[in-house]
Each structure stands twice: as structure tokens, then as C-alpha cells.
């Protein structure tokens, strides 16, 4: 499998700004397929996914940052999965999916996500992060470079339709990870703008 890229599209939920004083409370990550460098080969990102819930790491939370995700903070603190076992978890399932290619995380938009994701796995578990220090893949860059378009220009609402993924945007973490595969995967395939 040398060469090949797997990408994983993920997605967070949390009750802050920034990890560390705030929480990350869930993520999903979904598989969109895996990149030899001339042949993107897509599968159903709703056919491997992980997805958890977390403890909180402070007290301190935004509640408008919570509101967006219908989270309860109370019953995470009580049922969610310890930070540590959710990432050491979370990273043995990016091995096993990317099966011996090199794995690259892809989001919409990137900072955001990857933000979280990496700082929770440099923190939490035990090989750090299993797409480095930078492997990763913003798709909305990706749609800019594609489209000849400027980075303000760039959101979903001003893609043409084709492009746009089918499923819901749901602001849960699993849901969404697997609506942005989606639209990863079409942009994979999208010859660019003419």
C-alpha cells in the first residue's frame, strides 16, 4: 500500500472556542477512500465510521458553543468516555482502516476540526496522533484551488449544486462527518471549474 493515501473526514463538537480551557465532547470520523496519486477511489463513508462522546476536561463551557450541539455536559460528565481511552480508541480505528496506507484527515473548514482533534490526541493518547502533525486536508481550500476562487468565496452556499453532499448537516459529529465526506469525495472527482 505504499503511496496511498486513506482520508478520513472528521468532525468535532465542543463547548469552546479553543481545546484546553474547553472541552471537546464528541467527534466522528468517517472514511471517504484512499488516493494512489492519479486515482481517487471513493466507498460509502456511512460504512466506516468511529464516533464517541467525551468526558469534559474543565468546568469552564460557552453555552452558546454547547447549544450548537444539543450536547448535555451534566450526562457527559457521568457517561462519556475518559479522554485517553476515546483517543487511544479513536486512533487504533485510523490504522485499521487506513490498512497500511498513510492517513490524512480531511475537514470543512480544516482549522477548526483538526485543532481540536490533534491537540486531544498529542494530550490524550498514548502514539500521539496517527495523521502526524500535518497531514491534513481543508476542503474548502480544496474547492478554492479547484474553482479558481477565492477563499471568502468558497462556502458551501456558493458550490454548484453538484458538488453539494445529499445528507443532512445535523451538527452531529457522525452525521456531519459523513455530509462532508460527501462533498469531499464529489470535489475528488470534480474536473474544477472550466
Not at 465532547?25 to 477511489?41: I, K, N, P, R, Y
Not at 448535555?72 to 476515546?86: F, I, S, Y
Not at 458551501?156 to 452525521?175: G, I, V, W
Request: proline share 7%.
Amino acid at each position: 500500500m505504499a503511496g496511498r493515501e486513506t482520508y478520513v473526514s472528521v468532525d468535532v463538537e465542543a463547548d469552546g472556542p479553543i481545546p484546553g480551557p474547553y472541552s471537546m465532547l464528541s467527534f466522528g470520523m468517517a472514511a471517504c477512500g484512499v488516493f494512489d496519486g492519479v486515482e481517487f477511489t471513493a466507498n460509502d463513508p456511512a460504512e466506516r465510521t468511529f464516533y464517541t462522546e467525551l468526558k469534559p476536561i474543565s468546568d469552564t463551557f460557552d453555552p452558546d458553543a454547547l447549544a450548537v450541539s444539543g450536547l448535555d455536559r451534566d450526562r457527559l460528565t457521568n457517561e462519556g468516555v475518559d479522554p485517553a481511552e476515546a483517543m487511544n480508541a479513536a486512533s487504533a480505528w485510523v490504522s485499521e482502516i487506513a490498512a497500511g496506507a498513510t492517513p490524512v484527515l480531511v475537514a470543512y473548514p480544516l482549522a477548526y476540526d483538526w485543532m481540536w482533534l490533534y491537540w486531544y490526541f498529542v494530550r490524550f493518547a498514548d502514539a500521539g496522533s496517527p495523521f502526524g502533525h500535518s497531514r491534513h486536508l481543508d476542503i474548502k481550500t480544496l474547492y478554492a484551488a479547484k474553482a479558481g476562487a477565492r477563499i471568502a468565496r468558497s462556502t458551501k452556499s456558493q458550490m454548484p449544486a453538484e458538488l453539494l453532499p445529499q445528507r443532512p448537516h445535523t451538527h452531529n459529529a457522525l452525521d456531519d462527518a459523513v455530509e462532508q465526506a460527501e462533498l469531499f469525495q464529489n470535489l475528488m472527482t470534480w474536473p474544477g471549474k472550466d
